[in-house]
């Protein structure tokens, strides 16, 4: 089975500045998807990032981008120029590319907090 | 239009009551999720629908009753709940892997508040 791991529970950044969500995994497969979601306190859960596993180069969406490392089973989120609009609960996900309902596997989040 | 909707935003009710949850979506996406998740928690997976049709039940409790009436429509039936189910009920859907489309991100609603009393 596979698993999601986020040891962080909380994570704090500066206004502006850069800060990196971890997230590490476990799994026997080669083919996969990696996710990270974001849930503010409005409590709607947005997907930030995709990462298909085959491909080698880092997903990046605007602020967001992500260090995948296969081999070492990492896929950390960096966000730059943080927002106050950032601070939100992270959950890393991960889903088999087999198997066209496959489940959404998180990892436990963590809640960033962005300081004015 | 990446919407999923959920209704109603809030809803608390009583052991013995029995309501529905209701989730709509007009992606196209021919799979849907329920999920249940406690307050700081990740969401928990209960059931899933692919076309139409139940392909995974969580061992969820026969308390929790899923309807898929179309493509479009998820709806939760709840009956003689108890307060550990107090939580906030996502609904998801995700493009069919059949469709040629490689597309494996799930679509979340906003949630439906739940509190048993």
């Known amino acids: 089975a596979q698993t999601v791991t986020q040891s962080q529970p909380e994570m704090s950044v500066q206004e502006a500045e850069t800060v990196t969500l971890s997230c590490t995994y476990d799994t026997s497969e080669s083919d996969y998807y990696l996710f990270w979601y974001k849930q503010p306190p409005s409590r709607q859960m947005i997907l930030v990032i995709r990462?298909?596993?085959?491909?080698?180069q880092n997903a990046t969406e605007n602020r967001f981008s992500v260090n995948f490392q296969k081999a070492a089973k990492s896929f950390s989120l960096k966000i730059s120029d943080s927002q106050l609009g950032d601070a939100a609960m992270y959950f890393c996900a991960y889903r088999s590319a087999s198997g066209a309902n496959s489940k959404l596997t998180f990892g436990k989040g963590i809640t960033l907090s962005v300081r004015p | 239009d990446t919407e999923v909707t959920q209704t109603p935003k809030h809803l608390v009710m009583g052991m013995t009551n029995k309501k529905s949850l209701k989730c709509e979506q007009h992606m196209g996406h021919r799979a849907m999720y329920w999920y249940k998740q406690k307050a700081k928690k990740p969401p928990e997976l209960m059931f899933v629908y692919s076309y139409e049709k139940l392909s995974i039940n969580e061992s969820v409790p026969s308390r929790f009753s899923p309807e898929c009436p179309n493509s479009s429509l998820l709806n939760l039936h709840l009956h003689a709940l108890q307060p550990e189910d107090s939580a906030l009920y996502l609904c998801?859907?995700?493009?069919?892997?059949?469709?040629?489309?490689?597309?494996?991100?799930?679509?979340f609603g906003p949630g439906t508040r739940l509190t048993v009393t």
């Open positions: 998801a859907s995700s493009q069919h892997m059949t469709s040629g489309i490689s597309s494996y991100e799930q679509y």
């Open positions: 990462q298909e596993a085959y491909k080698q």
